[in-house]
Nanobody, 128 residues
Framework: QVQLVESGGGLVQAGGSLRLSCASSGRTFSSYAMGWFRQAPGKEREFVAAITWSGGSTNYADSVKGRFTISRDNAKNTVYVQMNSLKPEDTAVYYC?????????????????????WGQGTQVTVSS
Protein backbone atom coordinates (compact mmCIF):
# COMPACT_ATOMS: atom_id res chain seq x y z
CA GLN A 1 0.00 0.00 0.00
CA VAL A 2 1.23 3.44 -0.94
CA GLN A 3 0.15 6.56 0.89
CA LEU A 4 0.58 9.96 -0.70
CA VAL A 5 0.31 13.23 1.18
CA GLU A 6 0.30 16.57 -0.65
CA SER A 7 1.26 19.89 0.88
CA GLY A 8 2.07 23.42 -0.18
CA GLY A 9 -1.25 24.61 -1.48
CA GLY A 10 -2.72 27.99 -0.61
CA LEU A 11 -3.91 31.34 -1.84
CA VAL A 12 -1.70 33.32 -4.19
CA GLN A 13 -2.17 36.31 -6.46
CA ALA A 14 -2.04 35.96 -10.21
CA GLY A 15 1.54 35.94 -11.39
CA GLY A 16 2.76 34.39 -8.18
CA SER A 17 4.33 31.03 -7.46
CA LEU A 18 3.72 27.97 -5.33
CA ARG A 19 5.58 24.74 -4.83
CA LEU A 20 3.56 21.64 -4.09
CA SER A 21 5.10 18.59 -2.47
CA CYS A 22 3.89 15.02 -2.32
CA ALA A 23 5.46 12.65 0.17
CA SER A 24 5.13 8.90 -0.31
CA SER A 25 5.22 6.18 2.30
CA GLY A 26 6.15 3.51 -0.22
CA ARG A 27 9.53 1.84 0.16
CA THR A 28 9.78 1.42 -3.60
CA PHE A 29 8.98 5.03 -4.46
CA SER A 30 11.88 5.19 -6.87
CA SER A 31 10.19 2.62 -9.12
CA TYR A 32 6.92 4.55 -9.50
CA ALA A 33 5.98 6.99 -12.18
CA MET A 34 4.47 10.04 -10.52
CA GLY A 35 1.95 12.51 -11.76
CA TRP A 36 0.08 15.63 -10.78
CA PHE A 37 -3.56 16.17 -11.67
CA ARG A 38 -6.04 18.88 -10.78
CA GLN A 39 -9.77 19.30 -10.53
CA ALA A 40 -11.59 22.61 -10.58
CA PRO A 41 -15.17 22.96 -9.33
CA GLY A 42 -17.63 21.58 -11.83
CA LYS A 43 -14.89 20.18 -14.04
CA GLU A 44 -13.34 16.80 -14.60
CA ARG A 45 -9.97 15.89 -13.20
CA GLU A 46 -7.25 16.80 -15.66
CA PHE A 47 -3.62 15.92 -16.16
CA VAL A 48 -1.00 18.49 -15.17
CA ALA A 49 2.43 16.85 -15.27
CA ALA A 50 4.19 13.50 -15.03
CA ILE A 51 7.68 12.25 -14.33
CA THR A 52 9.35 8.90 -14.88
CA TRP A 53 10.91 6.81 -12.12
CA SER A 54 14.36 8.27 -12.66
CA GLY A 55 13.22 11.82 -13.26
CA GLY A 56 14.84 11.62 -16.65
CA SER A 57 11.67 12.33 -18.58
CA THR A 58 8.79 14.66 -17.90
CA ASN A 59 5.66 15.70 -19.72
CA TYR A 60 3.15 18.47 -19.22
CA ALA A 61 -0.31 19.56 -20.17
CA ASP A 62 -0.22 22.31 -22.77
CA SER A 63 -1.95 24.67 -20.36
CA VAL A 64 0.96 24.58 -17.91
CA LYS A 65 3.92 24.00 -20.20
CA GLY A 66 6.63 26.57 -19.59
CA ARG A 67 5.14 27.60 -16.23
CA PHE A 68 5.15 24.41 -14.16
CA THR A 69 8.08 22.09 -13.45
CA ILE A 70 7.76 18.62 -12.00
CA SER A 71 10.69 17.02 -10.18
CA ARG A 72 11.36 14.25 -7.72
CA ASP A 73 13.81 13.34 -4.99
CA ASN A 74 13.87 9.57 -4.64
CA ALA A 75 16.03 9.77 -1.53
CA LYS A 76 13.22 11.72 0.16
CA ASN A 77 10.34 9.78 -1.43
CA THR A 78 8.94 13.09 -2.60
CA VAL A 79 7.70 14.57 -5.85
CA TYR A 80 7.28 18.29 -6.42
CA VAL A 81 5.64 20.65 -8.82
CA GLN A 82 6.93 24.19 -9.01
CA MET A 83 4.17 26.46 -10.30
CA ASN A 84 5.14 29.88 -11.63
CA SER A 85 3.20 32.64 -13.36
CA LEU A 86 0.01 31.34 -11.84
CA LYS A 87 -3.30 32.28 -13.39
CA PRO A 88 -6.82 32.31 -11.94
CA GLU A 89 -7.65 29.36 -14.19
CA ASP A 90 -5.04 27.30 -12.31
CA THR A 91 -7.36 27.35 -9.29
CA ALA A 92 -8.17 23.75 -8.40
CA VAL A 93 -7.55 20.93 -6.00
CA TYR A 94 -4.22 19.40 -6.96
CA TYR A 95 -3.62 15.68 -6.55
CA CYS A 96 -0.47 13.65 -6.81
CA UNK A 97 -0.64 10.08 -8.02
CA UNK A 98 1.64 7.06 -8.31
CA UNK A 99 1.68 4.55 -11.12
CA UNK A 100 3.01 0.99 -10.89
CA UNK A 101 2.70 0.60 -14.65
CA UNK A 102 6.08 -0.31 -16.13
CA UNK A 103 5.43 1.69 -19.29
CA UNK A 104 4.52 4.78 -17.27
CA UNK A 105 7.60 4.35 -15.12
CA UNK A 106 9.82 4.47 -18.20
CA UNK A 107 7.92 6.93 -20.39
CA UNK A 108 5.42 8.79 -18.25
CA UNK A 109 1.65 8.72 -18.59
CA UNK A 110 -1.00 11.42 -18.72
CA UNK A 111 -4.10 9.28 -18.19
CA UNK A 112 -5.63 9.15 -14.74
CA UNK A 113 -6.56 5.50 -15.30
CA UNK A 114 -2.86 4.60 -15.41
CA UNK A 115 -2.33 5.69 -11.82
CA UNK A 116 -2.88 3.34 -8.91
CA UNK A 117 -2.59 5.51 -5.81
CA TRP A 118 -3.82 9.02 -5.11
CA GLY A 119 -3.31 11.61 -2.44
CA GLN A 120 -6.09 13.51 -0.74
CA GLY A 121 -5.43 16.72 -2.64
CA THR A 122 -4.35 20.23 -1.75
CA GLN A 123 -6.25 23.40 -2.66
CA VAL A 124 -4.62 26.03 -4.85
CA THR A 125 -6.47 29.31 -5.26
CA VAL A 126 -5.19 32.04 -7.57
CA SER A 127 -6.80 35.43 -7.18
CA SER A 128 -6.97 37.94 -9.99
Amino acid sequence: QVQLVESGGGLVQAGGSLRLSCASSGRTFSSYAMGWFRQAPGKEREFVAAITWSGGSTNYADSVKGRFTISRDNAKNTVYVQMNSLKPEDTAVYYCAASLNYYCSDYGCDGAAEYDYWGQGTQVTVSS
